[in-house]
């Protein structure tokens, strides 16, 4: 065994690499931005971070093939199937399938595509972007018994094999699997449990891989890598590409491949060995038209051409510059972009030299970010030669910022060649659903906070007076969510209620949504997908999203959708989460619990939809003084400030609507943006006040997670129970119009007509901004026993202008 420490990365972080010669010549270092993992191995073979020839890179993914084939023979080769890692390893799978020449191959994606139904999917632990599915277009391609060969770039921990290989054998199981890797990294702990897995599910796992060693990590390696990844970040900080945002003129010359009709870009839906003949008959062609346009050969030199392929699209571009290689005329270098982080560090010893950053073009399901590529600057190249496919082809490509400017102003000529994304044959084509809108066009959230899954009615005058909403509520007339309240515009008096409430509760609701997204990352997914109810839940949503960020460095997905009480939840809000998503990540969020309504309501809707047979309808709180959910930060009934005001704690976005004349059967529920409110908005100052605690709760947060996670939670709904005792008491009959805890009672006041209060004998600070919406709307306060709640609001039974109450009590109106 071989150890080497000379790099940049072993110097200064202690992370050694130790291995054969063959791993030496392998592999490099480097230090990203990930919370699970501080360093990175960079494979000098895998065609991603490196410039490579083509003909090394094909040549070390064939030449595991043909280990593979030798190990199954030709009967199980026939047999086989190859399945590929996104987004790193899809051109390895189909460059092993090459090898194995009998089987097709598939790859992962995180790329969901309408009208492909899911065949699976699963988590790469380690991975920046974790969530895989398995789109193929023949629903049978992984239900045969024949092996399934597995490729990775490298194998560290295991863990994305287990997920896998769990997931499948469930649905598909086999005996025999075969595990394929340039480099094998694990530990003997690692190896073992494998080895006990497969023993576990009654299968047999090989393992064949070019090199082997381990990784050596120090103690505090992850605080360690991220101290340095920010050291050198701030002191070289990103400079503009174009002064002034101008655009760089005609950066790329589009070149037609004449790609064959009908041929799949790649394995996202499969690749057989029938593609793969149709492919290499139209490789040489293609070449000479690209190397036509790139003027090759030229008169004098041999010019240094990159081809860069995109993220998961790295086979067909990987035959090409091989076909390119194989044309002569050039020194041909093959790479892609990607979405991994990874600091540039200009130095002999570290494997990442430079960074190019540019906008996401592609309309990622995951919202928008930035994309790399590296040790493209400074390479040397006359040309390059951007390989993209049409899904890809968008208005960001081409963006001053965008990745072809980015290459224009590092290389001299830059070419452009965009394959068709390939649509699986008969694979039904719904009318597209729209995309989520987000701040600052709708809301004042920033863009990657939160997506709205709404539709903009802002133009639309939707709101009636209180006591006229209540009249046509009450009497049958109209659902609540066919108009909207007029907005409260709260006083000076109640704003100071506000911030002082906030100054004192912040720590409790940090608290609170540390342990409620602790207990959704151990229980419900390692990276789920929040699904936040508008408008209630959607600050609680944002504020999870930002511990997850604080505390594991993860980048969660946050979408509001709406639910209205007796219609349900949006249909066409819940496809398109189908769609871009595994509905098994999806945690729907909300604000509070009062009575657990909405809990039942959405228990209720997702059952009515076989289609939405996937998602988990147990939803995720801040509070839960119902006690209606499992999962949740705490049962107190306490202040929550975010309950105190309309939309200017909420974004600036109204309560949500469904309205037949407004609301098309392709359309989300909709909303309003309050824009002309943005003076009195406190959304972001909410927030801000939350996420400073979060250091300071931190080791709370750890105890009562885990104390949680070992106490019974089954819920006893003793609030639903209460109020049906307080309705019958009082004369009401009918729960809707019973609203307990502060945060219900606190919408009573803003919303609706209300009748009277009932508050806790003794209930202290947590009530004082409902006493003082009391007041002003000259509602009786009354104290009262036994209440399971901080308090509770009654809303006017049985309301009509001058009506009065079960026990002969005129209502003030607003």
Not at 403 to 411: S, V
Not at 745 to 771: E, F, N, Q, S
């Amino acid at each position: 065994m071989v150890e080497w420490s000379g790099t940049w990365v072993a110097e200064r972080l202690g992370v050694e690499l130790v291995g054969d010669e063959r791993l030496s010549a392998l592999l490099g270092l480097a230090l990203r931005r990930n919370p699970k993992r501080a360093h990175l191995l960079v494979s000098h073979v895998l065609g991603k971070h490196v410039p490579q020839r083509p003909s090394v890179v094909w040549g070390a993914g064939h030449e595991l093939g043909l280990r593979v084939r030798e190990l199954l023979g030709e009967e199980a080769a026939a047999r086989a199937v190859v399945l590929g890692y996104a987004e790193t390893a899809t051109g390895l799978g189909h460059s092993v399938a090459d090898g194995l020449a009998l089987a097709p191959c598939l790859h992962s994606t995180r790329r969901p595509v309408a009208g492909v139904a899911t065949a699976g999917g699963f988590e790469e632990s380690h991975s920046h972007a974790t969530s895989h599915l398995l789109l193929p277009e023949d629903p049978q391609l992984l239900a045969g018994d024949g092996p399934l060969v597995l490729v990775d770039d490298e194998f560290s921990t295991g863990n994305t094999v287990l997920n896998t290989i769990r997931d499948l054998h469930a649905r598909y199981p086999r005996d025999h699997y075969v595990i394929v890797a340039l480099v094998d990294m694990r530990s003997p702990g690692d190896r073992d449990r494998l080895t006990a897995f497969a023993a576990e599910i009654g299968a047999r796992v090989d393992l064949i891989a070019s090199a082997s060693g381990t990784v050596r990590l120090p103690e505090g390696v992850l605080e360690k890598g991220r101290a340095l990844v920010e050291e050198y970040e701030t002191a070289t900080p990103a400079h503009p590409l174009h002064k002034n945002g101008a655009p760089c003129p005609s950066p790329a010359l589009r070149v037609d491949l004449d790609w064959p009709e009908g041929l799949p870009d790649g394995g996202r839906h499969g690749f057989t060995p029938t593609h793969r003949a149709e492919l290499e008959a139209a490789l040489p062609g293609m070449a000479a038209r690209l190397a036509g346009a790139l003027g090759i050969p030229r008169a004098t030199g041999t010019p240094r051409v990159l081809v860069l392929g995109f993220e998961e699209l790295m086979y067909a571009p990987l035959r090409l510059a091989l076909a390119l290689e194989e044309h002569g005329g050039a020194e041909v270098r093959y790479s892609t972009t990607t979405r991994s982080p990874v600091l540039a560090v200009d130095d002999p010893g570290y494997a990442i030299r430079t960074r190019l950053a540019f906008p996401a073009h592609d309309d990622p399901a995951d919202g928008p970010g930035e994309r790399y590529a590296y040790n493209v600057a400074g390479g040397g190249f006359d040309a390059v030669v951007a390989i993209v496919d049409s899904a890809a082809d968008t208005p960001q490509l081409h963006a001053p910022d965008g990745l072809l400017a980015q290459l224009a102003a590092r290389i001299p000529h830059v070419a452009l060649a965009v394959l068709p994304s390939y649509v699986p044959q008969g694979a039904p084509m719904p009318e597209p659903l729209p995309e989520p809108l987000r701040g600052p066009a709708f809301s004042s959230y920033a863009p990657d906070e939160v997506g709205w899954l709404l539709k903009d009615l802002s133009s639309v005058p939707l709101e009636a007076p209180t006591e006229e909403r209540e009249e046509a509520i009450q009497s049958g007339g109209a659902h609540y969510a066919e108009s909207l309240p007029v907005e409260y515009q709260p006083s000076p008096q109640y704003q100071e209620l506000f911030r002082a409430a906030l100054d004192v509760s912040a720590p409790r609701i940090a608290r609170a949504v540390g342990v409620v997204t602790e207990t959704v990352l151990a229980e419900r997914s390692p990276r789920p997908v929040l699904v936040s109810l508008a408008r209630a839940g959607t600050p609680v949503g944002v504020l999870m999203r930002r511990w997850a960020q604080y505390r594991h460095g993860l980048d969660l997905p946050h979408y509001a959708v709406s639910i209205v009480r007796g219609r349900g939840i949006d249909p066409n809000a819940l496809r398109w989460l189908a769609a871009h998503h595994d509905p098994a990540d999806v945690v729907f969020v909300d604000g509070w619990t009062g009575k657990g309504a909405i809990t039942r309501e959405l228990a209720a809707a997702i059952g009515e939809f076989p289609e939405f047979a996937g998602f988990d309808p147990e939803i995720a709180v801040l509070a839960d003084p119902g006690s209606c959910v499992r999962t949740y930060g705490t049962r107190e009934d306490f202040l929550i400030p975010s309950a105190c005001l309309n939309s200017t704690v909420s974004g600036l976005i109204s309560r949500t609507v469904l309205r037949d004349d407004l609301i098309g059967p392709g359309d989300f529920h909709g909303a309003k943006f309050y824009r002309e409110l943005s003076g009195a908005d406190v959304s972001g100052h909410f927030l801000d006040s939350v996420a400073a605690r979060f250091e300071e709760v931190a080791p709370e947060v750890d105890r009562e997670a885990k104390a949680l996670r070992d106490a019974d939670r089954t819920p006893s709904w003793e609030g639903w129970a209460a109020v049906e005792r307080i309705s019958e008491e009082y004369g009401i009959h009918d729960v809707n119009l019973v609203k307990p805890g502060v945060g219900e009672t606190t919408r009573v006041l803003l919303r609706r007509v209300p009748w009277k209060i009932l508050a806790g004998r003794g209930a202290g600070a947590d009530l004082d901004h409902v006493r003082l919406l009391a007041e002003q709307r000259g509602v009786p306060v009354e104290e009262v026993d036994g209440l399971p709640y901080t308090c509770v609001g009654l809303i006017h039974p049985q309301y009509t202008r001058g009506a009065t109450g079960a026990d002969g009590t005129a209502v003030v109106a607003q």
